[in-house]
Each structure stands twice: as C-alpha cells, then as structure tokens.
C-alpha cells in the first residue's frame, strides 16, 4: 500500500498543530516526512498517529507554551 504524502499546511488543518511544529517533527524523526526543496511532504498516516499518541499520552494538542 502507498502512504499519501501531505503538505505541511494540511497537516495543521488536519492536527491542530502548527505548521513550524510539524516541520520540526519531521526534521527530528517524529514524523515521516520527506524535504522536496525547501518544503515538507509529510506521511498522512504519520501525522495522525503522531497526533493520536500525544493525545493518548497527555492529553495535549500540541508542543508546551515557552511560558
């Protein structure tokens, strides 16, 4: 089976995250994604198996505030 590759923009849409912290998380592995040019294509199934195992570990939707 072929994973759907999605831009960064629509895995915000998708998430809820933002479209930095998504970039990050590819870079750092979290993600599958690939870098075509200066753009993330990212894994739709990676995304949202990221976003269902932060929920599923703390009930956050996104990265701590730097407050």
């Known amino acids: ?4 590759f999605i831009d960064v923009k629509e895995g915000s849409e998708l998430t809820g995250y933002s ?8 870079s750092r592995g979290k993600i599958v994604g690939r870098k075509i040019g200066n753009a993330w294509a990212l894994s739709k199934s990676s995304v949202l198996k990221f976003k ?10 996104g990265p701590r505030s730097q407050v």
């Open 19 to 26: 479209e930095a912290w998504l970039r990050i998380m590819a």
């Open 52 to 61: 269902e195992s932060r929920e599923q570990r703390d009930g956050r939707y």
């Open 1 to 4: 089976m072929v994973d759907e």
